[in-house]
């Protein structure tokens, strides 16, 4: 299943939407799928946004399936996707996480790999308010001059927990989407010899989408193929193969003695190459960068002109 989250600008103050996407050019509300349903095995509050839907797990999912395939013939209740403007699928999640497991991202960083890199997914946390959708504009932050796109999957949390084991931990996924975590790699180096971060030079721009796909849409999670274009040109290409640690890995480390909440995000790192300063290339203002990732589909952003802020330098 493909859910995303959307606005329809046509309508008086309009409000997220979660919908399901259905093919390349149709969506499926899920407000109006219910309405239409004789007896949906839902409440209203489940489809106030992503995170309380993906929050009832298995049951959801299959309520959903349910759902949907009921209103097959119904086109009457699909709208044009190009008539509605997506949002990153969690807009505000509750937490944001993001993890270094793949050996060749730190190889190629000019990086050497320590010890504790497989003994357990190392992370840091990022800004969970600085969240935006595909199709936008990501600002170039005034007190940088060196900024870069880092190719990622990103995990959803479903139903969440604690001291889950990694069983309990698949389970409590309740997707998948890809993430854009635009990096201001000057200050970012900078700031990281004080061997605290990453803050500034993470924490204006995470961008994700176009949708979220649940995990019975991917055949093998170390198998989903990956490429960044700049302006139409192939810059980066990989896939989730060759990573340390699994979906499920990452989700049971993170709740260890404290809770992972629905809707949370966690990132499981850029693969190798997957960002312009392996290639030492550079992304400029008025760049498109797009990430395209097998079964999930093209997340595209347009880099903006650097602020002017009176502190610029």
């Not at 239409?36 to 298995?58: F, I, N, Y």
């Not at 040109?233 to 993170?254: D, L, M, N, P, Y």
Request: with cysteine.
């Amino acid at each position: 299943m493909k859910y995303v989250t959307f606005l329809d600008e046509a309508t008086v103050d309009p409000f997220p939407v979660v919908g399901i996407l259905l093919d390349d050019t149709s969506v499926l509300p899920l407000p109006a799928a219910y309405d239409a349903s004789d007896e949906p095995d839902l409440e209203p509050d489940d489809l106030a946004d992503l995170t309380a839907l993906l929050s009832r797990g298995a049951a959801g999912w299959q309520a959903v399936s349910e759902l949907v395939s009921g209103l097959a013939d119904r086109r009457d209740l699909r709208r044009d996707l190009a008539e509605l403007r997506l949002l990153a699928p969690i807009p505000r999640p509750p937490r944001l996480r993001d993890y270094m497991t793949y050996r060749g991202h730190i190889g190629g960083s000019g990086m050497d790999v320590p010890d504790v890199f497989t003994k357990y997914p190392v992370g840091y946390k990022g800004n969970h308010l600085a969240v935006q959708g595909t199709a936008t504009t990501v600002t170039w932050p005034s007190y940088a001059r060196r900024l870069d796109y880092e190719s990622e999957i990103a995990i959803i949390v479903g139903s969440g927990g604690e001291n889950l084991t990694v069983a309990e931990a698949r389970d409590a996924i309740g997707a998948i989407t890809i993430f854009n975590d635009f990096s201001a790699r000057d200050i970012q180096f900078e700031e990281m010899t004080m061997r605290m971060g990453p803050g500034k030079g993470k924490d204006f721009a995470n961008a994700f989408g176009p949708c979220a796909v649940t995990l019975d849409e991917i055949p093998d999670e170390f198998g989903i193929n990956m490429r960044t274009l700049v302006n139409d040109e192939v810059w980066s290409k990989g896939s989730t193969a060759g990573r340390q640690f699994s979906f499920a890995e990452i989700v049971a480390w993170a709740s260890r003695d404290e809770p992972v909440y629905p809707g949370e995000i966690l990132g499981i790192g850029t693969h190798d190459g997957g960002c312009g300063y392996e290639l030492r290339r550079w992304i400029q203002p008025g760049d498109l960068v797009q990430i395209q990732a097998d079964g999930i589909g093209t997340l595209e952003n347009r880099v903006g002109a650097r602020r002017e802020g009176r502190h610029a330098n």
